[in-house]
T-cell receptor, first 115, second 112 residues
Framework: GAVVSQHPSRVICKSGTSVKIECRSL??????MFWYRQFPKQSLMLMAT?????????EQGVEKDKFLINHASLTLSTLTVTSAHPEDSSFYIC???????????FGPGTRLTVL | QKEVEQDPGPLSVPEGAIVSLNCTYS??????FMWYRQYSRKGPELLMY????GNKEDGRFTAQVDKSSKYISLFIRDSQPSDSATYLC????????????FGKGTMLLVSP
């Protein structure tokens, strides 16, 4: 198998602040990572594809200036929610495919609550 | 029409029952089909992975894909209270590095 971690697991912040979420592949290199958002009782919705060394690709309707993605190394991608508002409160999950494996490996998720 | 349709449930069954979970889809380009289990406030974990049509069995779990009907199923035999979770179907046009399209998830409750 392969392990993907996320940090923090939970964050509560005030409206207007920025929050950074880290996604790490612990035992494999990930040139690509995916960021999903999941609202209560809803499906995982792909937000963006993070590529090491290049700009992220955002899905339609996702504001790239609000959700900043940086894939600085082969094991780390970060998602920064800038000027967070209560409607950004959600469960953010990352995943990473591993070379030679068919599946994507998911992180445990980060629950963001914006007050 | 959404790309992937899945009944959100909840589906309540007694321990030991056979559970059937289903998804339908509209995109004929999907070739890879997955079932994930997600416990509350946790990330999804892969249960079954199937390529194209056919059946795949792993312990108490059986996945079926019928591409002609655009219909996939997950069967759980001898269900246990620990199986209580949300089950998400997911599909993609290619493996690994392709983006996944998820169903909404079905909440399963297995009572002892």
């Amino acid at each position: 198998g392969a392990v993907v971690s996320q940090h923090p697991s939970r964050v509560i912040c005030k409206s207007g602040t920025s929050v950074k979420i880290e996604c790490r592949s612990l035992d494999f290199q990930a040139t690509t990572m995916f960021w999903y958002r999941q609202f209560p009782k809803q499906s995982l919705m792909l937000m963006a594809t993070s590529n090491e060394g290049s700009k992220a690709t955002y899905e339609q309707g996702v504001e790239k200036d609000k959700f900043l993605i940086n894939h600085a190394s082969l094991t780390l991608s970060t998602l920064t929610v800038t000027s967070a508002h209560p409607e950004d409160s959600s469960f953010y999950i990352c995943s990473a495919p591993k070379a030679g494996a068919n599946e994507q490996f998911f992180g445990p998720g980060t629950r963001l609550t914006v007050l | 029409q959404k790309e992937v349709e899945q009944d959100p449930g909840p589906l309540s069954v007694p321990e030991g029952a056979i559970v059937s979970l289903n998804c339908t889809y509209s995109n004929s380009a999907f070739q890879y089909f997955m079932w994930y289990r997600q416990y509350s406030r946790k990330g999804p974990e892969l249960l079954m992975y199937t390529y194209s049509s056919g059946n795949k069995e792993d312990g108490r779990f059986t996945a079926q894909v019928d591409k002609s009907s655009k219909y996939i199923s997950l069967f759980i035999r001898d269900s246990q209270p620990s199986d209580s979770a949300t089950y998400l179907c997911a599909m993609s046009a290619s493996s690994g590095y392709s983006t996944l399209t998820f169903g909404k998830g079905t909440m399963l409750l297995v009572s002892p």
